[in-house]
């Protein structure tokens, strides 16, 4: 085994492990279970980290800068009304954004023939967001991020939403969750199909 | 020159040829220009599609496939109140999306080491959405993505967007649509410095 093939074997082994232990504690998103169980078995292919999809409310200070972001509430489910109401109300900082946010998924592989096959592979499932984003010999990083997604201040200063609107949304939201759901079941299904 | 150099050159011939017609033809986002001119210049990379980020109303069907979308109205500029409760009157489609879109640009080079130098370069600007798209031999296209966005639902079935919050997304895509045009003034500079 060469040096490249022994990094590749070690970053394997690393992630599965992450994933095999974050199963066992019950931390791992259910829905990318089936997905992510079926790549820890291949020879060429790992999974580093994943997202099946989620409905937050995200806090931000003046600036809206990301490193200074924060979830106030974060949910990897359908969400009620009152559950989005009781975050809005609660909310005492400068800004809140209401987010849906798609499927996010990272899968390293061993070299670019194999990212290649990955990015292929998403644009025939219908994800046109995909691509590479590490590529260093015997370690190439596929993102894979879904395009179902809602992302829309609610809260700033004297501005809050609405009930009926906040009511809108939610249902939006939670269409959009279960779209995002059926995306990733096709992904799973052709991954397993062509990923061995 | 090898096979694989010479799909490089027709390729970049072609594209830089595409760039400088719509330039002259005034068909080109204008805060693109600056950094499209100066990788139209350098020797080993090429822009292929860009869009300098845009507020717009798009209108979808039942399914809200992205097949079926269509641009109700959109500008590549800030907007103003009455421009955006006019498109929300006149629109009797299905359903309404409120959308502000960030940067979007293909850098495309010659070889994968030039590809992963725009990836880090795109994260010393505080870009997160980079990756490499297609990789082959000869043609190696990178996509970059701003992050400022916003993505909202606002009219479908008995549902309508009030005044009040109307004018708030104005003003919040407004305020993003700039963040987005420094961005990519942060990028242009980043790239005149380190591509040559």
């Given at each position: ?10 970053t ?87 987010k ?27 994800i ?67 990923i061995?």
């Open positions: 085994m060469n040096e490249k093939e022994s990094r590749f074997e070690m394997k082994k690393h992630h599965t492990q992450t994933f095999l232990k974050a199963k066992k504690e019950g931390k791992m998103d259910k829905d990318f279970i089936p997905l992510c169980a079926h790549i820890a078995k291949t020879k060429e292919y790992f999974t580093s980290s994943c997202c099946a999809g989620r409905i937050s409310l995200v806090g931000l200070n003046k600036e809206e800068e990301k490193k200074e972001s924060a979830f106030h509430r974060k949910w990897h489910r359908t969400v009620k009304l009152k559950e989005i109401e009781e975050g809005i109300n609660s909310y005492k900082g400068h800004i809140l954004w209401f849906q946010e798609p499927i996010i998924l990272h899968i390293g592989t061993k070299n670019i023939e194999n990212a290649k096959k990955i990015l292929v592979l998403c644009e025939k499932v219908g046109k967001r995909a691509g590479i984003k590490v590529a260093k010999e015997g370690k190439y990083i596929v993102e894979i991020l879904g395009t179902h997604n809602i992302t829309a201040p609610i809260k700033e200063g004297k501005f809050v939403i609405d009930k009926k609107h906040t009511e809108y949304l939610v249902k939006k939201a939670n269409q959009k969750f279960i779209k995002n759901q059926k995306t990733l079941e096709k992904l799973t299904k052709q991954i397993k199909k062509e061995k």
